[in-house]
Nanobody, 123 residues
Framework: QVQLVESGGGLVQAGGSLRLSCAAS????????MGWFRQAPGKEREFVAA????????YYADFVKGRFTISRDNAKNTVYLQMNSLKPEDTAVYYC????????????????WGQGTQVTVSS
């Protein structure tokens, strides 16, 4: 069992930055790939970024490439999402997830989810 708790969301102006954190419980964190998804009001949850268990591979949605960076610290059981050059369309609830599937861009590839953290970008 893995429990995930996100933090770091908030209100920021367009062009600003935020760093989301996701703290995981359990001693098997390092064996899980981690992902970030987001869901805006009235829209489906969508993939944002993912990182393999060893941090050797990262994956990004096209709309965040060059702006967001995913990283992890297995010693701290934490995964991060650094978000730069934020846009109003990035406004959403951001969720982190843990899974052992190779299908890291699909929500069905994940077994555990956090409760989400709100990110609001004002224009």
């Amino acid at each position: 069992q893995v429990q995930l708790v996100e933090s770091g969301g908030g209100l920021v102006q367009a062009g600003g930055s935020l760093r989301l954190s996701c703290a995981a419980s359990g001693r098997t964190f390092s064996s899980y790939a981690m992902g970030w998804f987001r869901q805006a009001p009235g829209k489906e949850r969508e993939f944002v970024a993912a990182i393999s268990w060893s941090a050797g591979n990262t994956y990004y949605a096209d709309f965040v490439k060059g702006r967001f960076t995913i990283s992890r610290d297995n010693a701290k059981n934490t995964v991060y999402l650094q978000m730069n050059s934020l846009k109003p369309e990035d406004t959403a609830v951001y969720y982190c997830a843990a899974g052992r599937s190779y299908n890291l861009v699909n929500s069905r590839g994940y077994d555990y989810w956090g409760q989400g953290t709100q990110v609001t970008v004002s224009s």
